[in-house]
């Protein structure tokens, strides 16, 4: 059977939030919409590394970034994590020479 993607609509997450209960849902392929306790509604992007490291990847707060704009990010990121790259990984790497960069310069 084949995965099912996009099941989430803007609907529903409009009214998840505003219930404002803690929430983990699924629009297929990795793609995961959450709600933390605080409010915030987040999108990440779950995946594995050689089928047993798992990895997770924000991506963005909803609403600035959209159903749709996270559909495309996490499509393009799953393009490289198909070709053997490692998105968090690098995020963690762009964010720590940032911050080298900026304690050098202070």
Same mark, same amino acid.
């Given at each position: 059977?084949?995965?099912?993607?996009?099941?989430?609509?803007?609907?529903?997450?409009?009214?998840?939030?505003? *219930?404002?209960?803690? %929430?983990?849902?699924?629009?297929?392929?990795?793609?995961?919409?959450?709600?933390?306790?605080? $409010?915030?509604?987040?999108?990440?992007? *779950? &995946?594995?590394? $050689? $089928?047993?490291?798992?990895?997770?990847?924000?991506?963005?707060? &909803?609403?600035?970034?959209?159903?749709?704009? #996270?559909?495309?990010? #996490?499509?393009?990121?799953? %393009?490289?994590?198909?070709?053997?790259?490692?998105? #968090?990984?690098?995020?963690?790497?762009?964010?720590?020479? #940032?911050?080298?960069?900026?304690?050098?310069?202070?």
């Amino acid at each position: 059977m084949p995965k099912q993607l996009h099941v989430l609509d803007d609907i529903q997450l409009r009214a998840w939030i505003s *219930r404002g209960e803690p %929430v983990a849902k699924s629009d297929g392929d990795g793609l995961t919409f959450t709600l933390s306790k605080t $409010g915030t509604a987040s999108w990440i992007l *779950r &995946y594995r590394l $050689g $089928g047993n490291t798992r990895r997770e990847l924000t991506l963005g707060n &909803y609403p600035d970034m959209s159903l749709a704009a #996270a559909r495309k990010l #996490a499509r393009q990121h799953r %393009v490289k994590i198909d070709g053997g790259g490692d998105p #968090a990984r690098e995020k963690r790497i762009k964010k720590a020479r #940032a911050a080298a960069d900026w304690t050098s310069i202070c």
